[in-house]
């Protein structure tokens, strides 16, 4: 079974511009979560998309958006880069069936640079 | 503002020793208590998924405990290996949702 991948791998932007970035579930998986890593701070939570819609959202600003198609993919989009927007975007899926104690299966990232 | 702590921050250990490590967590609105491994260049690994005060989980050579009351849980390793190295999350999820709080982990390095 394939994993969760994610593209592109590294990234690099300028500020102001927007970048989106991709994320394909384990098949059969309906929930997407996406988080973000910098630096001296642990894995923070951006938002988790199940059936295309957005379940739970964390506290980002509103530059950070994303969605979910009906194949259960999803992209993040963040629009006027920051140079603290540079960190390891990963995403993770799972079944979110019953109980949301699923294991949730982890991507290997997008490196995002803001030059 | 939760927040969750691990400790300690980074260690090394010889090849066979025993370790243990550390994640605090607020003691309130509790569902569930995750651990992950996440060795480098690799992607995240779930380790355990706890619930339940007092439960104890195994796979393996790595075992976890949990304490709610308190507000902790040990993840121990017997006998590491240097493929043990990588840095151990621990996340904790306050609602049943996915919006968890992660712990800047525990980096251990096992040297042969």
Known sequence: KAGVTQTPRYLIKTRGQQVTLSCSPISGHRSVSWYQQTPGQGLQFLFEYFSETQRNKGNFPGRFSGRQFSNSRSEMNVSTLELGDSALYLCASSLAGTGITDTQYFGPGTRLTVL | ?112
């Open chain 2, 1 to 112: 503002i939760l927040n969750v702590e691990q400790s300690p921050q980074s260690l090394h250990v010889q090849e066979g020793d025993s370790t243990n490590f550390t994640c605090s967590f607020p003691s309130s609105n509790f569902y569930a208590l995750h651990w992950y491994r996440w060795e480098t260049a690799k992607s995240p690994e779930a380790l355990f998924v706890m619930t339940l005060n007092g439960d104890e989980k195994k796979k393996g050579r790595i075992s976890a405990t949990l304490n709610t009351k308190e507000g902790y849980s040990y993840l121990y390793i017997k006998g590491s290996q240097p493929e043990d190295s990588a840095t151990y999350l621990c996340a904790f999820d306050a609602s049943g949702t996915y919006k968890y709080i992660f712990g800047t982990g525990t980096r251990l390095k096992v040297l042969a």
